[in-house]
């Protein structure tokens, strides 16, 4: 059997018992199922329940609750616990389920075996309480407020073309965007030749060769199969040429690459994702390839994102679709007030939203000044609405295609491949609802709206923050600097706790993502409190053991005889730092007893502070011992 005789896709229209047990008669490779739940962290289930089981009970997996799972298992603190983990799986057929198959794992036949993915909503005690059913009641939420906000101000600025009346219903137009590094196993290029090819930009776009482009080709032939329609996989701009050995093979590579694919509306968007996510580690695995979806695998080197693109469309009773972030005329005005409204709200209560995007200390290694990853709340929209630009160093582009309406939408580049995006998503829509309302209760003109995302610090506008600006063409990297960043766009987190403490920072902005009910305290707790868990235990099992590598390894390279004045000198600094990160003394703990005694007291004021500077002495033991073993020439 060909890869085209598979089943891949089965629809919501094929969803019901006949059709099923039709296609699961003629796909007998397909031998298991899988109910695809996904927690607050964003990790998907998969077990294996035997094909013949699933048909004997297909009326129970269709109507109702047919598995269940321990929840106590899955990230949901504070709602599955230990004495009450019992969660429900209930079968979501309004989207696609899919066919994975196992590349190495074969029937009598020769076929591959498949496990058909349902993904599904968990259910603990009679509540939602899952990523999915989050993201479904957010923009359910949102649609309804939406519909009554235009009924309300029929006339919205930019919408003058649109009878809101003829409006059927919304579509939440989404896309995620891939980024990866690819490597051989075991293999690791310096980091000062990955820096290198970056600075001087030999990377970007290149041709893929060898492996590398046979598994790039596949995973887009199977993206296709799988009907996620992919549009684009290339060259990244991290990573060094790869080398051929003696048999033609490549070796040494490490490379990062990146995967497109069509937008869709909603949860499927999110679904999509971690399908695409699976099929790029299991074809590149295929090729002897290693992949890393980690925000930054690889200090000093471009980070890998998941720019998220967000739009609002309307469907009309016609069946026309119209997109409400677009104006009447793209040529005079960047944005609808429901666009302005929509890029507003996602800027002003960002740090509500953050926490959620950026969960992670890899999420903020990434987020670095230089590696066209956003550090600062600020966006663009283009040098003149006639004139489309893209401005690579904000957190929120504005997306328009002057020929092509349908286009327009705001590209999120905070998240990483590793950000819950059905979270994410919910959170950006509930957040662009607050400045829609806004902009619609204001009557504001769209050069009006203009003016408000365009103001200065120290105005006064009728939505933002006086003290702070929104908007910028420039370089926020080149053109201010940390203190001017800071004054004008706000000061952001460094740590995930500085994040999550946001939400008792700006209690006005959590409210606004709290607004209809959906995420309410249990699920922020329960959120926080698992990126919490994470992040101290990541401290103490990992990155403290990986830091303690590198002060182990950094050993004196010269003796009194072969030593300079210079190599004394800076071997003095070396010990200095390599005593501040590891060796206690009878005066000071170092940092690493310093960070598991404020873990251990609960103080995480003490452990973020404590955490950061151990990054700065790491960087500086590693700039110091760079520098001195350049000088050691025996």
Not at 83 to 111: I, L, P, S, T
Not at 226 to 233: F, N
Request: glycine letters at 6%; a negative charge.
């Amino acid at each position: 059997m060909g890869k085209s005789e598979l089943l891949y896709v089965i629809k919501p229209s094929q969803q019901t018992k006949e059709t099923l047990l039709q296609l699961l008669a003629d796909h007998k490779e397909v031998q298991f199922v899988s109910l695809m739940g996904v927690d607050l962290a964003g990790n998907d289930t998969d077990e294996k329940i035997p094909v013949n089981i699933f048909l004997h009970d297909i009326d129970k997996f269709l109507t109702g609750s047919a598995a269940q799972t321990d929840g106590s298992s899955v990230v949901l603190p504070g709602i599955a616990t230990l004495n009450d983990a019992r969660v429900d799986m209930e079968v979501d057929k309004d989207v696609n389920w899919y066919v994975d198959y196992n590349y190495e794992h074969f029937d009598e036949k020769g076929r591959m075996v498949g496990t058909l993915r349902m993904p599904c909503f968990l259910t603990h005690n009679g509540e939602y309480v899952d990523s999915r059913s989050l993201l479904k009641k957010s923009l359910r939420y949102v649609e309804d407020e939406l519909l009554a906000l235009l009924k309300k101000y029929p006339h919205m600025p930019g919408l003058e073309n649109i009878d809101v009346n003829e409006i059927a219903h919304l579509i939440f137009t989404t896309a995620t965007e891939l980024e990866f590094w690819v490597k051989s196993p075991r293999e690791n290029s310096p980091i000062e030749a990955l820096s290198s090819s970056q600075v001087m930009q030999e990377m970007y776009w290149q041709r893929t060769r060898g492996n590398v482009r046979t598994a790039l080709e596949q995973t887009i032939e199977m993206l296709e199969l799988y009907g996620l329609e992919p549009e684009m996989g290339h060259k990244e701009c991290g990573g060094v040429k790869g080398q051929i050995d003696s048999s033609g093979h490549m070796t040494h590579i490490n490379e990062q690459l990146e995967v497109d694919w069509k937008y869709n509306v909603g949860l499927q968007t999110a679904d999509n994702e971690i399908l695409a996510r699976i099929i790029v580690k299991e074809v590149f695995r295929q090729n002897g390839l290693d992949i890393s979806f980690q925000a930054k695998p690889i200090p000093g080197v471009a980070g890998s994102g998941e720019h998220t693109h967000v739009g609002i469309a309307a469907k009309l009773k016609n069946g026309k679709v119209v997109n409400l972030f677009a104006p009447a005329d793209m040529y005079k005005d960047f944005l609808s007030a429901v666009g302005y409204g929509a890029i507003m709200g996602i800027m002003k209560n960002y740090e509500a939203i953050n926490p959620f995007i950026s969960a992670t200390t890899d999420a903020f290694n990434r987020l670095k000044p230089g590696f066209e990853a956003p550090v600062c709340i600020v966006t663009s929209l283009g040098l003149a609405p006639d004139i489309p630009s893209r401005n690579r160093t904000i957190l929120a582009g504005l997306i328009r295609d002057l020929d092509n309406p349908l286009a327009t939408r705001i590209e999120m580049r905070s998240p990483n491949p590793y950000t819950n995006t059905y979270i994410a998503i919910a959170a950006f829509y509930l957040a662009a609802l607050d400045g829609i309302k806004a902009c619609a209760a204001s009557k504001k003109t769209l050069v009006q709206l203009e003016k408000e995302i365009s103001k200065k610090a120290g105005q006064k506008g009728f939505y933002l923050e006086k003290d702070r600006e929104y908007r910028t063409e420039e370089d926020v990297f080149e053109d201010f600097t940390a203190e001017e960043r800071s004054k004008l766009f706000g000061e952001p987190p460094a740590t995930v706790w500085e994040n999550i403490r946001n939400w008792e920072k700006f209690p006005a902005k959590k409210k606004v993502i709290m607004e209809g009910g959906i995420f309410d305290e249990t699920v922020l707790r329960s959120f926080a409190e698992g990126a919490m868990i994470r992040w101290k235990t990541e401290l103490l099992n990992r990155l403290i053991p990986e830091v303690r590598a590198d002060v182990i390894a950094a050993k004196k390279l010269h003796d009194a005889n072969t030593g300079t004045a210079f190599d004394n000198a800076i071997w003095k600094k070396i010990q200095a730092v390599r005593n501040k990160l590891a060796k206690d003394s009878a005066k000071e703990d170092c940092i690493f007893t310093e960070i598991k005694k404020a873990i251990e007291a609960g103080d995480h004021d003490a452990v973020s502070a404590k955490f950061l500077e151990m990054q700065k002495l790491k960087e500086s033991l590693y700039a110091l011992y760079h520098d001195y073993k350049q000088n050691i020439i025996d």
